[in-house]
Every structure is written in C-alpha cells, then in structure tokens.
C-alpha cells in the first residue's frame, strides 16, 4: 500500500504562541519542517509524546520512538493514523506592559500614614519548557496567543509585584516619595520572584522592569507636606533652637500682632466717642 507524501508545517507570527495542527494520515512518507524559533509536539489521544526542534523530519519509526510504542503494530505496517501537532513558538516575546489593577495600601516607613502605591511596567516572556506549558496551559485549545499568556499569568504577577514591592518600601525603610531610585534593583527581585512561580507552567520570565511607581494625588499631597514639616525641623535644628521653639515663637509674635491691632481699634473707637460729644 502506497501513500501520498504528507508536509506537516505551521508558519505563524509572534503573536502566536502555539497551534495545534490537525493530521489526519499520518504515515511513514511524512515530513514535519519546523522553523529555527519552534519545537513541534506530537499528540495522540490527548497525550503527549515525540518532541522535536528546528529542521526538516522524515517522520519514521525510528524518529518516533514514544509513538512507536504505543501504535507499534499500526505505525510498523505503514497505515496511516490521525495525531496532532502542537507548534510552540519559542521566541522572545519583550513587549508586554502590565499596571497595578489598584494602589497596593502600605504604611510609609518614614512618616505615619498609609498611602495608596501604583506601579507599571514591562515584561518579556519565553517558552521554556513546550511540553510543561502544553499539557498544563494550553491543553484541547486550538491556537494559544501572547495575550492569552497575560492572562494566564496575571493574577500571580499582580501578587508577587505588590508583594515585592510592599515588602522593599519596608525592607529599605524608605518613604514611598523615594523609592524609585530603589527601581532597578525591585525589578530583579520581582523578576526572581515570578520565575519560582511560572516555573511549573514552563514559562520565563526573561525581562521585567518597573517604569514607575506612584501614589494617588492626595496621598501623595499628604506626604509631602509631612516631608515639609519634617525638613523645616530639620534646619531648626540645625540653627540651634527646635521647630518647637519657632512654633512658640510664631505663637507668641501672632499673639502680639493682634494685640497691637487691637489697642489701635481701641483708640479709634474712643477718639470717635468724644468727637460725637462735642
């Protein structure tokens, strides 16, 4: 029985993470091309077996060993049988923007408040592990995109940023009005941070930044006009006498003010008292 020669091979863009093709008649006369950023996954029946990188396969008994012990005797005399193939995009994908979806509430280590703190930024994601991230993300579905991955991995992303960043803001013992100076060094942990998380889905993180990191308006006017009180001490000090002193001071000099304004209202009604006697 002879077989007409059957090319299994997927070319899609960046935005596509993996696709699963559909062969009907797979037989010993295949072929599977599989471009340099792919890796291509065999599935029967819902499991997965043979795995394959970059090239050009002459799909033989012996280039699939994992199917081959499971479809010995069909495979061995050349009947063809229906599989499917996943092709996994391995390519770095480095432009994804993320944002806190609310401020994360944390007490400012220098001044007494709770303040709301937003965050935003940018990450970069690859495929690390095709048949971990298959089999435990993408599972019956027929293609997988990049913003199906945001989605995916959102929540724990969200969680370990507020984390991580909470627990910096203490660790550093700095206000939230500095802490962007800190930027760098909270983009590494988070990224450490998320790689231990996706790890099981067979995903990098292979970039990660935080752009900024703000708090509301209010919260912001707030600790501000603390930081303003704290560095007016702060020179008082320096001047040899404590803000406490200038507070008596500016009490005592208000004090004297109205009193002087008062003893001239004083003079005034009375000069206009005695010109209405006369």
């Given at each position: ?198 790890d099981d889905l067979g995903i990098e993180i292979n970039h990660f930044v935080v752009t900024s990191i ?23 000090d320096m001047m040899g006498y404590t803000y406490h002193d200038k507070r008596k001071y500016d009490i ?27």
């Amino acid at each position: 029985m002879s077989f007409l020669p059957h090319v299994i091979e997927h070319e899609g863009d960046n935005n596509t993470l993996v696709y699963r093709y559909k062969c009907e008649d797979l037989n010993t006369k295949s072929k599977l091309i599989v471009h340099d950023t792919q890796e291509a996954l065999f599935f029967k029946s819902g499991q997965a077996f043979d795995l394959f990188g970059g090239g050009s396969h002459n799909l033989k008994t012996e280039n699939l060993p994992l199917l081959k012990k499971v479809f010995s005797k069909i495979y061995s005399g050349g009947i063809p049988f229906p599989v499917e193939v996943y092709f996994i995009n391995k390519v770095n994908v480095l432009d994804i923007t993320w944002g806190t979806d609310a401020p994360i509430d944390v007490k400012d280590p220098e001044y007494p408040v709770i303040v709301g703190v937003r965050a935003n930024g940018q990450t970069g994601i690859r495929i690390k592990d095709s048949r971990r991230f298959v089999l435990k993300v993408v599972g019956q579905l027929q293609d997988y995109s990049v913003d199906a991955v945001r989605r995916a991995v959102k929540g724990m992303m969200l969680a370990s940023i507020k984390e991580c960043i909470a627990k910096a803001i203490i660790e550093k013992g700095v206000s939230i009005l500095k802490i962007s100076a800190y930027l760098s060094e909270l983009s590494q942990k988070i990224m450490a941070n998320l790689n231990e998380r996706v790890d099981d889905l067979g995903i990098e993180i292979n970039h990660f930044v935080v752009t900024s990191i703000d708090t509301p308006k209010e919260d912001a006017e707030e600790l501000r006009s603390l930081m303003d009180v704290d560095q007016e001490k702060r020179r008082m000090d320096m001047m040899g006498y404590t803000y406490h002193d200038k507070r008596k001071y500016d009490i005592a000099e208000g004090a004297a003010t109205n009193q002087g304004m008062a003893g001239g209202l004083m003079g005034i009604g009375m000069g206009l008292g005695v010109g209405g006697i006369l």
